[in-house]
């Protein structure tokens, strides 16, 4: 069964950068079929997909947020990671990492983490 | 950017009703729209992929329809369930975009 787990602080100070990492089980990341992306969701809010990434690298990142995002993969632990720099109380939100399939859309997700910026 | 407008933001419904929720794509999407059932403090859940194919084990009460700019979710006899938020996905084309969402409540 595949499973995303994702791990990181729960609370960034602002203007810092949030980390957050994904580790993917039950399945191997280096796949060429899928991409495994990161989403978020404020509070009360909608989903905003942010970013994703191929296991060979090949990245794709929400406009608005490109110049301040890094998504990276290790594919020796089977997990991926996002970093987002400059970080505002905007940013607070639910991180969700999961696998993109390109013909069927996202069709796994992890449990997401709340991480709260905040001094 | 492929904008999604999803519609309506909010519903209430009783059990039993039928329902439709639309997702309108700013450019041609063709089949590349995917819709979601979330709740309370859980990952969302796939409902339909493909516009019009039922996830394996959603219940038949579900059912997505349209292609191109508009698309339909319909939950044929509500639930008490199916009190959720909804939303769509389109993954035609990167930065992939998800409708505002649409929030189902009990009347």
């Known amino acids: 069964q595949l499973l995303l787990q994702e791990s990181g602080p729960g609370l960034v100070k602002p203007s810092e950068t949030l980390s957050l990492s994904c580790t993917v089980s039950?399945?191997?990341?280096?796949?060429?079929?899928?991409?495994w992306g990161w989403i978020r969701q404020p509070p009360g809010k909608g989903l905003e997909w942010i970013g994703s990434?191929?296991?060979?690298?090949?990245?794709n990142y929400k406009p608005s947020l490109k110049s301040r995002v890094t998504i990276s993969v290790e594919t020796s632990k089977n997990q991926f990671s996002l970093r987002l720099s400059s970080v505002t109380a905007a940013d607070t939100a639910v991180y969700s990492c999961?696998?993109?399939?390109?013909?069927?859309?996202?069709?796994?997700w992890g449990q997401g983490t709340l991480v709260i910026v905040s001094s | 950017d492929i904008q999604m407008t999803q519609s309506p933001s909010s519903l209430s419904a009783s059990v039993g009703d039928r329902v439709t929720i639309t997702c309108r794509a700013s450019?041609?999407?063709?089949?590349?729209l995917a819709w979601y059932q979330q709740k309370p403090g859980k990952a969302p859940k796939r409902l339909i992929y493909?516009?019009?194919s039922l996830q394996s084990g959603v219940p038949s009460r579900f059912s997505g329809s349209g292609s191109g700019t508009e698309f339909t979710l319909t939950i044929s006899s509500l639930q008490p369930e199916d009190f959720a938020t909804y939303s769509c996905?389109?993954?035609?084309?990167?930065?992939?975009?998800f409708g505002q969402g649409t929030k189902v409540d009990i009347k």
């Open positions: 996905l389109q993954h035609n084309s990167y930065p992939w975009t």
């Open positions: 999961a696998r993109e399939s390109y013909s069927y859309g996202i069709d796994y």
């Open positions: 450019q041609d999407i063709r089949n590349d």
């Open positions: 493909a516009a019009s």
């Open positions: 039950g399945v191997s990341i280096s796949t060429t079929s899928y991409r």
């Open positions: 990434i191929h296991y060979k690298g090949r990245t």
